[in-house]
Every structure is written in structure tokens, then in C-alpha cells.
């Protein structure tokens, strides 16, 4: 139990109380079990998975070390969401009914991936196209399982078809626990900036919880996006990326590299004690530029750092980083 969890719940996703207002979102690649405890406990008030399709989870299909490693949590991490995509209802309810024997506390629907290859079969952001859909999904799914279902949507397809509040409320009068809401199209990207108001708009056109979502990166950000929307929660991405107190709400530059350094080797621990070696080296290698993000004159550590192979130079070229950034 954190210390925020002596106090009373900020919200409740259907009957579990979520202690805390800030969220790590989901991120392919990011969001595994080494990223999301580290997360969890300086803050993050609920444990979303990364994606996993559900083709994957299906009853044909074998059950295979990587899925499974998608869906493995520490007790610690609870409230946790399985993140689900899928295109059709049915294969939604059989894939959740299956995981649902691996107790989550919250099943969640991807309605927002942008990703061609996902919207091209029918799942992620494409599922946006279809609201009577959705209702099905959202029906079904409570009806299917017995822990709350939720959802995390994108505005809509694209400038034309915004429509978010009809996509919002055939989730609440079908069961929806709860909404994030990224708050862009599917054909925007990162370059433009997120549409707060819409998210504005959905929690005052909906009864259940709104996490609010886009552009959070600073704890500026994170204050303004709570005032400007009145969201319960504010879900964080890429400015969670090598920077897990955003959760405590300190910004990057309030965070002392000695600090930085200690939680790179804990979180490369994490990372072997769960993938193995090297795989788990392999992948902490991503987490870098991310930790590293603002230094100037570390261009040849990083770069070997990027590089590196084993374990133990790892944590020398962390040593001789440490000393060129005391100086
Ligand atoms: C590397 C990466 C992977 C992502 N993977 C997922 C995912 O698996 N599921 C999902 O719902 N959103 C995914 N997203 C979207 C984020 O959850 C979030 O909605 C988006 O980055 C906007 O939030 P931000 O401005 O705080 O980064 C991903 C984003 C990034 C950068």
C-alpha cells in the first residue's frame, strides 16, 4: 500500500476504489510488468497492460510465453486492466472470458490504436467507425465476464467523423466501467495538439469515470489538464517514458541524476529478472534515450550504452556516466 492509499479514492472504476489521479498509459513495448510496477509504485493509480491482440488469447490458440508475459502482473500492481484489441464481438468475449481466469481486476477495449495494421482488420481505432458496434461489444462483454469492462478511445476517425459523444455514451449505457480518452483522431498524430475541450465534453456528457489523455508531459500539463476538463484521472505516455516520477510529480529537471542512475539499475534488475539474460539487457536498452533525455556531452556513453551487451558494463558505463555528470 502506497501512501496515498490511506486516503479516500479519487474515483471508483465500477466497485474498486483508484487511489491517486494520475495513470500510466498503456504503451507497446513500454507498459510490461518490469515498466508498470516501477510506475505503480511512485504513483501510477491503475496497472493498464500494453495491447494484446486477440488472436493471441483465443481458445484455439495456444497460449505462448510472450502473450502469457504480456498478461503477468505483481500482486502489488492491483488495480491491474488487461488491454484487449479485437475487431469482432465474439472473438472480444472469448478472448476476455479466457483471460479473465488469470484475474485481472478490469478488462479494457483498445478502440484507439492507429496503427495501419491493426484499423486494417477491424480492431484498434477502426472500431471507432462503428458505435451500434461498440454498444455489442461493451453489452456482450459486461454480460461475459464478471470484473468491470472499460475503454480507451480516440475522438473519432478523422476530422470529419468526431464522434466521440456518441462513441462515449453507448459505452456508459452498455456497461462501460470507464472511458480514456485520447483526445485526437486516428489520422492525427503527434504534431498537433490534443483536443482538452473534447475531453471536457465527455465528462460532462457521461456519468461513469473519464480519464482524460494527449500531452500531459509536464506536471504543468497534468494540473492544467485536471482544471481545464474536470477529468478524474490523467492517463501519461511518452512523458513517462524514462521518467516514472512524473507520478510523484516532479518534472525531468527535478530529478537528480544520481537518482536517475539508481533507477536505471534497478529498473535493468527488473528487466533481466523477468526477460532473462540478455534478453532483458536487449530491451532495458530502449528505456535509455528516454532516462537520458536532456543531457548534453553524453553522446559517446549513450551511444555505448545503446550498444552494450552484457550486464556488467552496462552498470561501468553507468558508473563512468555517473562521474562526467557530477562533475
Ligand atoms: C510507444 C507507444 C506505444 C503505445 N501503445 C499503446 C497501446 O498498446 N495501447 C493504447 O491504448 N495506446 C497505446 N499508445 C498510446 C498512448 O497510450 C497514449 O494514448 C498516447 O501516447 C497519448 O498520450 P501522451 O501524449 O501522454 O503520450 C502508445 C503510445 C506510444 C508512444
New binding site residues.
Given amino acids: 500500500m502506497t501512501g496515498t492509499e490511506r486516503i479516500s479514492p479519487r474515483f471508483y472504476v465500477r466497485d474498486i476504489p483508484i487511489y491517486g489521479d494520475l495513470i500510466l498509459?498503456?504503451?507497446?513495448?513500454?507498459?510490461d510488468l518490469p515498466y508498470r510496477s516501477i510506475c505503480r509504485e511512485l504513483g501510477s493509480a491503475i496497472s493498464y497492460t500494453?495491447?494484446v491482440p486477440v488472436n493471441t488469447i483465443s481458445y484455439q490458440h495456444k497460449l505462448t510465453g510472450r502473450t502469457l508475459q504480456r498478461l503477468r502482473y505483481k500482486p502489488e500492481e492491483r488495480p491491474v486492466a488487461f488491454?484487449i484489441?479485437g475487431s469482432s464481438v465474439e472473438s472480444l468475449v472469448e478472448a476476455a472470458k479466457r483471460i479473465e481466469a488469470l484475474e485481472p481486476d478490469i478488462i479494457d477495449v483498445?478502440m484507439?490504436?492507429p496503427a495501419r495494421r491493426v484499423y486494417a482488420g477491424g480492431a484498434g481505432a477502426a472500431l471507432l467507425r462503428d458505435p451500434a458496434k461498440i454498444a455489442r461489444i461493451f453489452r456482450e462483454l459486461t454480460a461475459s465476464v464478471s470484473i468491470p469492462v472499460t475503454g480507451?478511445i480516440r475522438l473519432g476517425w478523422d476530422a470529419h467523423h468526431r464522434n466521440y459523444m456518441e462513441v462515449a455514451r453507448a459505452m456508459e449505457e452498455n456497461g462501460a466501467a470507464l472511458i480514456a480518452v485520447?483526445a485526437?483522431t486516428r489520422d492525427e498524430d503527434?504534431s498537433q495538439p490534443?483536443a482538452w475541450e473534447a475531453i471536457a465534453e465527455i465528462k460532462q456528457g457521461v456519468s461513469i469515470p473519464v480519464i482524460g489523455?494527449?500531452?500531459?508531459?509536464t506536471v504543468a500539463d497534468i494540473e492544467r489538464m485536471l482544471a481545464e476538463t474536470g477529468c478524474d484521472a490523467v492517463?501519461?505516455?511518452?512523458?513517462?517514458?524514462g521518467h516514472p516520477w512524473i507520478f510523484q510529480r516532479l518534472d525531468r529537471d527535478q530529478v537528480p541524476i544520481e537518482d536517475k542512475i539508481a533507477m536505471i539499475r534497478r529498473h535493468l534488475r527488473e528487466m533481466l529478472g523477468f526477460y532473462g539474460n540478455p534478453l532483458g539487457l536487449v530491451l532495458m536498452r530502449k528505456h535509455i534515450p528516454h532516462y537520458l533525455k536532456g543531457y548534453p556531452n553524453i553522446r559517446r556513453l549513450r551511444y555505448a550504452l545503446l550498444r552494450c551487451e552484457d550486464a556488467e558494463t552496462f552498470h561501468h558505463l553507468l558508473d563512468e556516466l555517473a562521474q562526467l555528470l557530477s562533475q
Fill in positions: 498509459s498503456p504503451m507497446a513495448g513500454f507498459s500494453e495491447f488491454q484489441s483498445n484507439g490504436c480507451k485520447h485526437r503527434y490534443a489523455n494527449g500531452d500531459a508531459i492517463m501519461i505516455g511518452r512523458g513517462a517514458l
